[in-house]
């Protein structure tokens, strides 16, 4: 069974400090993995990673994955309290080619 | 394009009442998910369809649940009867089959059951 692990489940941190969110993932015919932002609403889309090494940046907001020990990860340097949501990992593969998700790490930002 | 877009909002209702959510991928999307979000589990993936044909329904919790997808613009989740243990967000996610695409999500059905 396809298999996505995030930690922390949850983080508090302070505005302007550094956090770094983990992703680990099992899943047969990897194709991709994806982190997703969620706020209020739907899940919103941040990076797609399928070649291991290759650093992907937005702003404050990087991504690395790492093949060979299946595991990513999503830095965010200076946060900002708009920063606060639920960070979403899922792996793209499986037997039937699915998304699984990872059950979030809930981020907190306080001023 | 508007987006993935998912009726109702809200639903509140009976238990054992039937429940019906909708919902209409982005365009050109051959490929649709549904998902059930709770604090306890997270993300869930229920069963998700490929050019409107089920590939995976692994995820559909009981027989009480069952999804169609009559054409490519539209998809329904139903649960019959319907449990409080059902209360959930339920969320449609499109993308494109094939290839390496992220998926788009729909703004979420927030289903309490009482």
Redesign the interface.
């Known amino acids: 069974e396809d298999k996505v692990v995030q930690s922390p489940l949850s983080l508090v941190v302070h505005e302007g400090d550094t956090v770094t969110l983990n992703c680990s993932y099992e899943v047969t015919n990897f194709?991709?993995l994806?982190w997703?932002k969620q706020e209020k609403?739907?899940?919103?889309?941040l990076f797609?990673l399928?070649s291991s090494g290759i650093e992907k940046k937005s702003g404050r907001l990087s991504s690395i994955l790492d093949k060979k020990e299946l595991f990513s990860i999503l830095n965010i340097t200076a946060t900002q309290t708009g920063d606060s949501a639920i960070y979403?990992c899922?792996s793209?593969g499986g037997g039937?080619?699915?998304?699984?998700?990872?059950?979030?790490t809930h981020l907190i930002i306080q001023p | 394009d508007a987006g993935v877009i998912q009726s109702p909002r809200h639903e509140v209702t009976e238990m054992g009442q039937e429940v019906t959510l909708r919902c209409k991928p982005i365009s050109g999307h051959n490929s649709l998910f549904w998902y059930r979000q709770t604090m306890m589990r997270g993300l869930e993936l229920l069963i998700y369809f490929n050019n409107n044909v089920p590939i995976d329904d692994s995820g559909m919790p009981e027989d009480r649940f069952s999804a169609k997808m009559p054409n490519a613009s539209f998809s329904t989740l139903k649960i019959q009867p319907s449990e409080p243990r059902d209360s959930a967000v339920y969320f449609c996610a499109s993308r494109r089959v094939g290839g390496w695409t992220e998926a788009f999500f729909g703004q979420g059905t927030r289903l309490t059951v009482v």
């Open positions: 194709r991709s994806l997703y609403k739907a899940p919103t889309f797609m399928t979403l899922a793209h039937a080619d699915g998304l699984t998700f990872g059950k979030g």
